[in-house]
């Protein structure tokens, strides 16, 4: 979890999610990736997970990570979002979901049915920090 220096009051969250044969800390140091740079000139807080898997890729597919509280990915990544919002006050309507290949696959697939709140939107890391999509 990155919290900027900045912090705004009540600051969006944003799940930036790596892709396999990546790592959080990976993903987190690429300059390509417009999300900290973003946390740091706009005041969110942003979380990076880091795939527990072989190959770093993400469960997209199990009973566990397919089901609401099963013990799988989703449910670490919502337990993340849950801390997030409770530790650092965010705000349960501006969480934002982000992730290339694997981990673009993880956030389309699975995330709207699995975490602790609807999320706002999905956004690419070639949006320049925009949010793509947005729910109504």
């Known amino acids: 979890m990155y919290v900027p220096d900045n912090v705004v009051e009540n600051p969006p969250l944003v799940v930036v999610i790596h892709s396999c044969q990546s790592t959080a800390q990976s993903y987190f140091q690429n300059s390509l990736i417009p999300w900290k740079k973003g946390s740091d000139g706009k005041g969110y807080i942003t979380i ?40 650092y006050k965010a705000d349960p309507a501006r969480v934002f979901v982000t992730g290339g290949s694997s981990g673009g696959m993880f956030f389309s697939c699975v995330p709207f049915v699995r975490l602790p709140t609807a999320l706002v939107g999905l956004a690419s890391p070639f949006s320049k920090g925009r949010p793509l999509a947005r729910s109504s």
């Open 48 to 87: 990076w997970p880091s795939s527990p898997h072989s190959g770093t890729c993400w469960d997209v597919s199990s009973k566990q990570s397919l089901s609401h509280d099963g013990g799988g990915d989703t449910q670490a990544i919502s337990n993340m979002i849950l801390y997030g919002i409770t530790q």
